[in-house]
């Protein structure tokens, strides 16, 4: 009888037999156990497709230049995350003898609510792009043209947002726009996801009296820090009580409006925090800051301590903090309310007992030069006046007499 050999394996199977055996488990397990497909759907890489520079007006306001097709006019239109389409000021469609369709829709401002016509199917230039299909509002835009003493010809919100990725470097002062596509977010910055229906709405917490998470508008075309309705404030006891507060004038679409201007002791939004806010309230009689849903708006003097990627299509935005970002808040107060008319800085509103009717000022007085600046530039002179504590000496004509007054800046703190 053959003896096996030491260390064999009397009942060892072939090669070939093994690898069939191998086979058949595998089959088994495919049978038994459903395959999943790893397959899915990216979009394309992002792709830029023009950048260009942007001037920063008072409060953060971004100012971009572009053209009508057919237009030779160059016009300046304020970047509006808060804008839900697009517009033009009534005095542009004039002069460039525009064709209105009328309509019967209506946009709500702090100060009231009004009917507007369109110019449709216009195509917008700017540098490097050429955007199609556009259906502007059109909106009287005399008083902001007046507050910053630059033309303004019109807002871009939603119609550009929805169509691009938009990146705001606001240390350089460069826009940039991309093509809608995946994206690779840079280091050292927080992702919002906010809600979009025209006008992006995140969350963030304000802290004065207490504690209060509510959700804002994110607002790149409103000139301040905070928003709040006088129902949110009442409502939700957000300041302390005998909190400082000052009796002040703000401008927007529907003309001016008194507000009331305090500080909140802390804003935060993801891992962001900001201490001494200044905050405005005011009588939301149009509902603009859309309460109880929404707590108000955040602004762009907030929002310009970060550089921005907007990306509407996926829902993101991105903030990474810049060079401005630990800036002093603006807490002058003088109580002025100050426009360029006809060329000449007019003051047209004098609060009572502010530093300005302190000093003198009337309604009607044509500013000729604070401290040594005779430029009769209003973003230069508002300057000057947000500094508190300063002494300014400020020369004025009243009735063809001039008169040197002495102002005091006052602080809100």
Known sequence: MTQPRPNSEPFACPLKTKRFVFALLLLLVGIVQPCFSQE?????????????????????????????????????????TGSGGISLDSATVAYLKLKETPSDRTIRGIAGVRKVNFVMHQQMRLPGLTVDSLNFHINDYELLTSVYGEKIDGIIGYSLFSRYIVKLDYDKLI?????????????????????????????????????????????????LCILMSEDFNRDSAILKKGKKITVTQAEGIGGKKQMKITTVK???????????????IFS???????????????????????????????????LTPNTHYNEAFDYSYTGLGIYLVDNEVLVEDVIEHSPGAVAGFKPGDIIIAVE??????????????????AKLKVMVMREAEILMLNLVVKSIL
């Not at 899915?40 to 920063?56: E, N």
């Not at 826009?175 to 979009?196: A, D, H, T, V």
């Not at 040594?372 to 504590?389: D, E, H, M, T, V």
Request: aromatic share 14%.
């Open 284 to 318: 939301d009689d149009y509902n603009v800051t859309a309460y109880p849903q929404l707590g108000g708006l955040i602004g762009n003097d907030i929002l310009r301590r970060f550089n921005v990627i907007v990306n509407y299509a996926a829902k993101e935005i991105h």
């Open 372 to 389: 040594s600046n005779f430029s009769k530039n209003i973003q230069a002179y508002k300057a000057l006046l947000q500094r508190p504590g």
């Open 175 to 223: 826009m940039e726009i991309w093509q809608n596509g995946s994206i690779r977010y840079p280091r050292g910055g927080f992702l919002l996801k906010p809600l979009i229906n025209n006008i992006p709405v995140f969350g963030a917490r304000i802290n004065d009296n207490h504690p209060v998470s509510a959700r804002f508008y994110f607002d790149s075309g409103a000139g």
């Open 40 to 80: 899915q759907f990216v979009a394309p890489p992002t792709r830029l497709i023009t950048k260009f520079p942007f001037k920063i007006l008072t409060g953060g306001i971004v100012i971009i230049q572009a053209l009508l097709t057919g237009h030779d006019d160059t016009l300046h239109f304020v970047l509006d």
């Open 266 to 280: 802390e804003l935060r939004f993801g891992p962001y925090r900001f201490r001494k806010v200044p905050a405005y």
